[in-house]
């Protein structure tokens, strides 16, 4: 297994312009995690999913931030407009059922440069 | 609320040294405490869990819950164990775990 697949793994875009991460969860986990990992703020947990469901989204920043999960095997985070303070490393992790939520397996990230 | 602290940024010890890093927590009920790493190049991944009660690569960690602590800590360091180490929390296993804001050890040779 390739583990949780992220992309991409660089972004460098400009203030506005619409910004689009995909994860791919490992087979058969059901939850599902996005992170937002800064200097200032370290791991922030931004949405979590359950079996596709949005669980809790209250650490997503505003709304300028939305994720979907269309089915168990993908999940986006879409950032738009973007702003220069969204620069940022974004985690996605999943964690099988019967792990309850504390051991989560994490993709290599996507690192956001807005310029 | 929950809330993990790891007062240390950065922590440099020699090769040889114990090394300890600290974790402390906020929250009231029974909490589940975990240490990630993350190595240079290499994804976020699991170290231990309390409940474990194991040594991994020759890391230790005791839930104190008097103390509201779960130092991680490992006798004889290593320049292999040079790595970015969060701290974190969950309770009842589902809620999503909160981490802290993480220590970079550097082990001198």
């Given amino acids: 297994d390739a583990g949780v697949i992220q992309s991409p793994r660089h972004e460098v875009t400009e203030m506005g312009q619409e910004v689009t991460l995909r994860c791919k969860p490992i087979s058969g986990h059901n939850s599902l995690f996005w992170y937002r990992q800064t200097m200032m703020r370290g791991l922030e947990l931004l949405i979590y999913f359950n079996n596709n469901v949005p669980i809790d989204d209250s650490g997503m920043p505003e709304d300028r931030f939305s994720a979907k999960m269309p089915n168990a095997s993908f999940s986006t985070l879409k950032i738009q407009p973007s702003e220069p303070r969204d620069s940022a490393v974004y985690f996605c992790a999943s964690s099988p059922r019967d792990r309850g939520t504390g051991e989560l397996f994490f993709g290599e990230g996507s690192r956001l440069t807005v310029l | ?109």
């Fill in chain 2, 1 to 109: 609320a929950q809330r993990v602290t790891q007062p240390e940024k950065l922590l440099s010890v020699f090769k040889g040294a114990p090394v300890e890093l600290k974790c402390n927590y906020s929250y009231s009920g029974s909490p589940e405490l975990f240490w990630y790493v993350q190595y240079s190049r290499q994804r976020l991944q699991l170290l231990l869990r309390h409940i474990s009660r194991e040594s991994i690569k020759g890391f230790t960690a005791d839930l104190n819950k008097g103390e509201t602590s779960f130092h991680l800590k490992k006798p004889f360091a290593q320049e292999e164990d040079s790595a970015m180490y969060y701290c974190a929390l969950t309770h009842s296993g589902n809620t999503p775990l909160v981490f802290g804001k993480g220590t970079r050890l550097s082990v001198i040779a």
